[in-house]
């Protein structure tokens, strides 16, 4: 039965512990905490001898799930998720009171059983045997109906996760904090998980070779799809990795310096080998290095207005994931005029980083920035 509960959330524990689930054959994952930590499912390997499903890193995927988790606490979308709770706890209590009207039906049957074999004349030893195996197949009915009841009453959330409907009272109320609650230092580890398992049934984790594939099952049934970008050991096992290459060199060949190239090929969506979601210098200058580039002398016109800030000086500022600012960016829902290096350069003040914020926050859909760039009209190439 072990493996059928969700366990009560602990601290110290990862995330998804618990409610993880292996894509690969199905079965539960369980944490391991060696190096950072990773989620594990050796079914396979010890019931079948087959290799043993791929660990997946839990860092990278637990912090995608509590973003993804996050953004589902947008009001609008917070409405939907708490009809479906609600709606779920009420078949749960649908099937509870079933189960718990067939172990008294099935109750009153047996003590009626037991009467009428109590009742009988013990010289009639034809009916008396009759009786007392109805008797007997009654008792083996409330038996069953018990072990039902309890089966059902297992599958009740325990622990903090009954707390569903004040929970998801408290959430819908702290909506709009619930981003700064979740990543103040003074929130356990298990208040997080706590919170997550009020929305969250379950996730499925499948490892390809260069992301994570996690299905998260809200509550309710709805699935969300990430594919999170995880560590490989080499650019060449990137499926885009020698187009970055390329770019990478002919960059650098025009005289763009390192920090700059980072800048440009992070925002084309590349990464490096052993970085989920960003070029790192060093892939830079290594790989500019091995071709005989040399760096260009630093040039005015690379070092931008002190009163802007780039995309990931910004992401740290806000500390908030670089990702995330690229990808609303991609979806328009960011409106930013790129550089004509392809990077991008956000006016350093409060009504730009309030936006942003917002935006973050869900509190608006979309910023624009272009205006408020032209009207800073403080950045001059040349
Ligand atoms: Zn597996």
Avoid at 91 to 110: H, M, Q
Avoid at 340 to 363: E, M, Q
Wanted: hydrophobic share 40%.
């Amino acid at each position: 039965m072990r493996t059928k509960t969700r366990g009560i959330p602990r601290d110290g524990d990862l995330l998804l512990h618990g409610i993880v689930w292996c894509g690969r054959c199905g079965h539960k994952m369980y944490a391991r905490y060696k190096g950072g930590g990773e989620y594990v499912c050796n079914h396979l390997n010890k019931h079948s001898g087959l290799p043993a499903c791929p660990p997946v890193r839990a860092r990278a995927v637990d912090a995608a799930v509590a973003d993804a988790f996050l953004t589902a606490l947008a009001p609008a979308e917070l409405d939907a998720l708490s009809r479906a709770c609600r709606a779920q706890s009420q078949v749960d209590s649908a099937l509870r009171a079933n189960a718990e009207r067939e172990v008294e039906r099935t109750r009153y049957a047996a003590a009626l059983a037991q009467r009428q074999y109590n009742r009988v004349d013990p010289d009639n030893r034809l009916v008396a045997a009759e009786l007392e195996r109805r008797w007997e197949s009654a008792l083996m009915e409330v038996r069953a109906a018990e072990t039902a009841l309890a089966e059902q009453s297992a599958q009740q959330p325990a622990g903090p996760v009954a707390m569903g409907k004040a929970f998801t009272g408290k959430v819908v109320t702290l909506a709009g904090r619930l981003p700064q609650i979740w990543a103040d230092p003074a929130t356990s580890d298990a208040h997080r998980k706590s919170l997550l398992r009020c929305l969250v049934d379950k996730a499925v984790l499948n490892r390809t070779p260069e992301s994570a594939l996690v299905l998260i099952v809200w509550r309710g049934g709805a699935v969300t799809e990430l594919d999170i970008k995880m560590r490989v050991t080499a650019i060449a096992k990137l499926a885009r990795g020698a187009e970055m290459r390329e770019r990478l060199l002919e960059l650098a060949r025009a005289g763009m310096p390192d920090d700059e190239i980072v800048r440009v090929l992070t925002s084309e969506g590349h990464r490096s080998a052993n970085s989920p979601d960003k070029v790192l210098a060093v892939t830079v200058q290594r790989i500019r290095l091995a071709e005989g580039i040399s760096t260009p002398p630093a040039r005015r016109r690379w070092n931008h207005d002190p009163g802007f800030l780039s995309t990931t000086a910004l992401a740290a500022k806000l500390g908030i994931p670089v990702n995330w600012l690229y990808v609303r960016i991609r979806k328009k829902r960011l409106l930013i005029d790129p550089q004509p290096t392809g990077a991008y350069l956000f006016p350093d003040t409060s009504v730009v980083l309030d936006g942003v914020r917002n935006l973050r926050n869900h509190i608006i859909s979309e910023l624009d920035l272009r205006i408020s760039q032209r009207e800073n009209r403080g950045y001059q190439h040349g």
